[in-house]
């Protein structure tokens, strides 16, 4: 539809046709509302309650959300926090000053603004002036916005990424800074295990100033855990019973924020490459962090280190038990090599996310799931057939042949026949 023609649709139409149609456009108004933003302003002026509504939740004009924000009405400016475009506006200091958490946290868990979030995540701009137990609770909150999940470029043009990719690894550069940022305490921990875990894997390729090293050492826990008690909890969480496991009843609590340290230490090791001599120590470092970290992204995709995995194993799987399997399952390259793949078939069928990530990887790479043997005996019958139907059109074109031989004799004896019957007649008469 023209677009003068739409505007005038809308701006004549009833309410709740407005609101379903700006519902179903949400993504296309950009386009739509570029060289006309007045239409938003007409529709504005219509003081309708459901397309005040409409423009709050869907609008992507910062004015438009300001001025119903301003209005005062506590639903539509929760509706206007919901909008996945807001970001900074003048309002903001004041949720901040006055700490209203109900509205910061519909902001906070929808915006898809990811430079808000890194303003947050450094505690810059409008978010500088909060005190710091605040912003420890908004950067609680945060955790439940989805955004954190989408995937991210290493394309260091950040502010040039029409895509917003980049600015997603500028949202994960300041998400990783809190390592640095925060205080190593129990809480802290678990704060940003939770984070980590939400992000999206972060590859050894993704380069920006946080000395990894540093933070691994740095994000330790101050109490001593014995490696048989973590491996007892770990492989005991989710079936434990309190009556009658005193044991895991006694080490549960410790062991839990354990593993927040671990998790914390894992994906900070996720930045060191295979190929470096610090990663290499991981596979015999006393951290269970680093090893897991060895077991996720060493490259198993080699002959050698076929060989290296099936005879380490079981010295893998007695040191770090399930957890062993945990993490290796999660290393891509061991989907590649078929021979591992079998082999995994064997020793780990019954992991359910063994199945779910083999069965991914299947769906997205067919071809390395084609049987080799079966493709060369394929190619043995089509090759048979083809000197089959070669010897088929040689037979073809010699019979051929001899079907015209055969009726160019036919004609010869035709024709003597007839001349012996003329003379004997001329002899007769």
């Given at each position: 539809m023209n677009k003068e023609i739409q505007s005038r649709f809308l701006e004549h139409s009833d309410p709740n046709v407005v609101y379903d149609w700006f519902e179903k456009n949400t993504y296309e108004l950009w386009r739509i509302f570029d060289k006309n933003p007045k239409v938003e302003l007409i529709l504005l002026k219509r003081n309708e309650p459901i397309i005040d509504l409409a423009l709050a939740l869907f609008s992507k004009n910062s004015e438009i959300r300001n001025i119903l924000f301003d209005r005062g009405d506590s639903a539509i400016q929760k509706a206007v926090l919901t909008n996945k475009n807001c970001n900074y506006f003048p309002e903001l200091e004041n949720l901040l000053k006055e700490e209203k958490t109900e509205y910061l946290e519909i902001l906070l868990t929808n915006t898809e603004d990811r430079l808000l979030l890194v303003q947050l995540f450094e505690r810059g701009g409008v978010f500088g002036k909060?005190?710091?137990?605040?912003?420890?609770?908004l950067l609680e909150i945060t955790i439940k916005n989805k955004i954190l999940k989408y995937s991210y470029s290493d394309n260091p043009e950040w502010d040039d990424d029409p895509f917003g990719m980049g600015l997603a690894a500028r949202l994960y550069q300041a998400v990783y800074g809190l390592f640095n940022i925060l205080n190593v305490t129990d809480e802290n921990a678990g704060l940003l295990a939770n984070f980590v875990q939400k992000l999206p894997s972060v590859s050894s390729n993704f380069h920006f100033d946080l000395n990894a090293s540093k933070m691994i050492s740095k994000w330790k826990n101050k109490k001593s855990i014995q490696h048989a008690d973590y491996l007892y909890f770990y492989e005991n969480k989710n079936n434990w019973d309190p009556y009658y496991d005193k044991r895991f009843t006694?080490?549960?609590?410790?062991?839990?924020?354990?593993?927040?340290?671990?998790?914390?230490?894992?994906?900070?090791?996720?930045?060191?490459?295979?190929?470096?001599?610090?990663?290499?120590?991981?596979?015999?470092?006393?951290d269970i962090a680093l090893r897991m970290a060895y077991y996720r992204n060493e490259n198993w995709n080699w002959e050698e280190k076929v060989k290296k995995l099936s005879e380490n194993w079981n010295k893998y799987q007695k040191v770090d038990g399930n957890l062993f399997i945990k993490n290796i399952i999660k290393n891509i390259s061991i989907y590649w090599n078929k021979e591992i793949r079998v082999f995994f078939d064997v020793n780990v069928y019954f992991v359910d996310e063994y199945q779910e990530r083999l069965k991914e990887f299947k769906h997205s790479n067919p071809e390395e799931f084609i049987n080799n043997e079966q493709i060369e005996k394929i190619d043995r019958i089509v090759s048979e057939c083809t000197l089959l139907k070669n010897d088929l059109n040689s037979i073809s074109h010699i019979t051929r042949k001899i079907e015209k031989y055969i009726s160019s004799q036919k004609v010869t004896s035709f024709l003597i026949v007839f001349l012996l019957v003329v003379l004997v007649l001329i002899l007769w008469l």
């Open positions: 909060i005190k710091k137990e605040y912003w420890l609770t006694k080490i549960s609590g410790k062991c839990r924020v354990e593993q927040n340290y671990v998790i914390c230490r894992t994906h900070l090791a996720n930045f060191f490459p295979d190929f470096k001599d610090e990663f290499k120590k991981f596979e015999a470092s006393d």
